[in-house]
C-alpha cells in the first residue's frame, strides 16, 4: 500500500452462517502476511474468540476480540499502527443497531455469500438498506463454492452481475472440509501445512486477500 491510510474493512451479512466469521479470520491471516492487521470482534456469538482460544501457536494478527461496536469510532487513533482493521459482525436481525455502528465507522464491507438461495433476500436487504445508503465501497464474496456442482459458479456470478447488479470479488473461496475444521483446530491458512489436500483453500484466500488490498489501494480507489 502506497499511503499510510488504515482501512476498517467490515465483513458483514445480515443471512447467519455465510462464512463472515471464517473470511474474517482467514484474510486476516493472509493479509497478516504483507500488512499490520488487527481483527475484531462485535458479534455477541463471539466465534472469533472462541477460535482464537483453540489456535496453538498464536495469531499472526493483533486480536481485539470482543469490543463495543462504538468502539470502533476510537479506532481511528489506530491509525499509524494498523494497515487494515477486520471487523467480525453478527448474522442476525436483531443485531441490526450493532451492524449498523459498525458500518458507520468502515472503509469497506465484504459481503460473504453462501449459493443458496435462502442467502439471496438477506444479502439483497443488507446491501440497499444498511451499505448502499451509507455510500460504503462493498463487494459480495461467493463462499462455499462446490466446483463439482455443473455452473454453480457461472450461474451466481450471472445473478450478482446481472440479475442483482452488485460488486463482487472476482476471486472466490471453494467449499473445503479444511476450512470447517479450522475453528476447532484453530487453524489459519498462514499456519496450515501446504499439502495436496489444503493447497486449494490457502490459494482462494491467497487470491482474495490480494483481491481485497489492491482494491483498497489508491491506485484503484474507486473501481468498486
Ligand atoms: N469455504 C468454506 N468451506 C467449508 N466450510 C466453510 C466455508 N466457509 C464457512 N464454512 C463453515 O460454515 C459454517 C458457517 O461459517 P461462519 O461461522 O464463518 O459463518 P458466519 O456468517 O460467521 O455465521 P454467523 O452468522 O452465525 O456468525 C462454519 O461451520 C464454517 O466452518
Ligand atoms: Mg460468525
Redesign the pocket.
Known amino acids: 500500500m502506497t499511503d499510510s491510510r488504515m482501512r476498517i474493512v467490515a465483513?458483514a451479512?445480515q443471512?447467519?452462517?455465510?462464512?463472515?466469521?471464517?473470511?474474517?479470520?482467514q484474510l486476516g491471516a493472509t493479509l497478516s502476511r504483507r500488512f499490520r492487521v488487527l481483527v475484531v470482534d462485535v458479534?455477541p456469538?463471539q466465534?472469533t474468540v472462541w477460535w482464537a482460544e483453540n489456535v496453538p501457536d498464536g495469531l499472526p494478527f493483533d486480536f481485539a476480540g470482543s469490543q463495543s461496536p462504538k468502539a470502533l469510532a476510537g479506532m481511528r487513533e489506530l491509525e499509524a499502527e494498523y494497515d487494515f482493521v477486520l471487523v467480525?459482525?453478527?448474522?442476525?436481525l436483531e443485531d441490526t443497531p450493532i451492524l449498523e455502528t459498525v458500518l458507520d465507522a468502515a472503509d469497506f464491507a465484504v459481503l460473504?455469500l453462501?449459493p443458496e438461495p435462502l442467502a439471496v433476500d438477506p444479502t439483497m436487504r443488507t446491501i440497499t438498506r444498511l451499505i448502499e445508503p451509507r455510500g460504503l465501497r462493498h463487494g459480495v464474496l461467493l463462499?462455499?463454492?462446490d466446483p463439482r456442482v455443473p455452473k454453480q459458479l457461472e450461474t451466481w456470478q450471472g445473478l450478482l452481475d446481472t440479475t442483482f447488479g452488485v460488486p463482487r470479488f472476482g476471486n472466490h473461496?471453494?467449499?473445503?472440509?479444511?476450512?470447517?475444521?479450522?475453528?476447532v483446530l484453530g487453524q489459519l491458512v498462514t499456519s496450515t501445512p501446504d499439502t495436496r489436500r489444503t493447497q486449494g483453500?490457502i490459494l482462494?484466500i491467497t487470491r482474495v486477500g490480494y483481491e481485497l488490498s489492491d482494491q483498497l489501494s489508491p491506485a484503484h480507489a474507486g473501481r468498486w
Do not use: C
Open positions: 465483513v451479512n443471512k447467519g452462517g455465510v462464512g463472515k466469521t471464517t473470511v474474517t479470520m458479534d456469538q466465534s467480525d459482525t453478527p448474522g442476525s460473504p453462501t463462499n462455499r463454492i473461496v471453494r467449499q473445503y472440509k479444511v476450512l470447517t475444521d479450522a475453528p483453500s482462494d
